[in-house]
């Protein structure tokens, strides 16, 4: 039963545990934070937390989304920056991912638990956002195409096999790799050999 109150005030107490929770979430991971404890953070019984949420799972679902969709954010400016070439976008594109990982992944972070919390419980939220990086990456490539830049025959295709090679820095759990310095350069390095391979012949 969710609570029968005005609509923005139950969006603004929806957020206020959505803050506590990917706090708590970040610093001690899914399996060590309890409803309880949420529930205190946000100056609330558990009782009432669960007037907004049914359960656990449920609120790191809609915290991961939040986390996805600042980056996707960050990743549409890059990709309708009307200032830089296709093949500029696709190079910043892969740095602005490494950014990102570096940005929420701390020597005491729990994204990695988080992440794999998210694949295992709630795999069509992945598969939800990853289709937005596909229309992001194929928006890029049909305005290299529209430019002559490139030389793409099936952009929806080569979207999603864009977005698989730059799997490595989409995801936090493998910043621990390398320092940033060789994930810049890696990042780099692999976007410079797509967009080669996509130019057109007459470039």
Known sequence: MRPSQDPATTDEVRETILNVAETRFLRFGFHKTTMAEIAEDAGMSAANLYRYFENKKDIVEECASRIIDRRLERLRKVA?????????????????????????????????????????????????KNAIHYTLISE??????????????????????????????????????????????????????????LRAKNT
């Open 80 to 128: 309708h920056n009307p200032n830089t070439t296709a093949s500029e976008k696709l190079i910043k594109y892969a740095l602005e991912l490494v950014d990102d990982a570096h940005a929420v992944v701390t020597e005491d972070s729990m994204i990695g638990e988080l992440v794999d919390t998210i694949t295992k419980e709630r795999p069509a939220l992945l598969h939800t």
């Open 140 to 197: 890029i490539l049909h305005a290299g195409v529209e430019c002559s830049e490139f030389d793409v025959s099936d952009i929806e295709e080569t979207a999603r096999h864009i977005h698989a090679a730059y799997t490595l820095f989409d995801v936090p759990i493998f910043v621990g790799t390398y320092d940033r310095s060789e994930f810049d350069r890696r990042a780099v390095g692999i976007a410079t050999l797509i967009v080669n391979g």
